[in-house]
């Protein structure tokens, strides 16, 4: 530092009488300096900010509706499972903001012009087929968030047929949707 700024963050060394502590040494490096760089190298600091700032911002929730597997159970009666994934880092919301109630849910909806809903919720084994049904309207059915890098699954019973389509509203990954033809 001496020699890169030129002796201009430094104070001399010299003795100081002090009234309590008798003969003391005061000098060395001035408060201003240390945590901001000097002036000359304040670009270089402005952009590493900057490329920290922009790769924080690539990393924000990036969610596509990756596949949509429908099973027929019966006549006109079809199990609808919905697979999300977050392609980024930063979930759709942290565990703060699950837990303070700050944003509204990322909410999976399903609806068509012929379609009756019967059964919604978010699939918690997909290997054993476990869901989590919702209580009320089951065309809707609110996640807690989609972690980074993960998927989140949902699944829905309808009766009908003909096009529907799946819509997914988050409040930092927005809204998307994706239609599809019953068999």
Known sequence: MKYVLMDDGL???RQYEH???GTIEIGGEKKEWGR???SFLLEEELHRN???TLYHADMMPLIEISEIKIEKLGEGLFKIWVTLENQRLIPTRTAQDVANHISPP???SIEGSVLRVLS???VTDQYFKRVDA???RPHRVELDAIEGMSAARVQFVVEGKGEFTVAVDSAKA???TKSQLLP
């Open 11 to 13: 104070v001399p060394w």
């Open 19 to 21: 009234p309590t502590y």
């Open 36 to 38: 901001v760089p000097p």
């Open 50 to 52: 900057m490329a920290f």
């Open 106 to 108: 990322d909410v999976v």
């Open 120 to 122: 919604g919720g978010r």
């Open 134 to 136: 919702v209580k009320r």
């Open 174 to 176: 927005g809204l998307l």
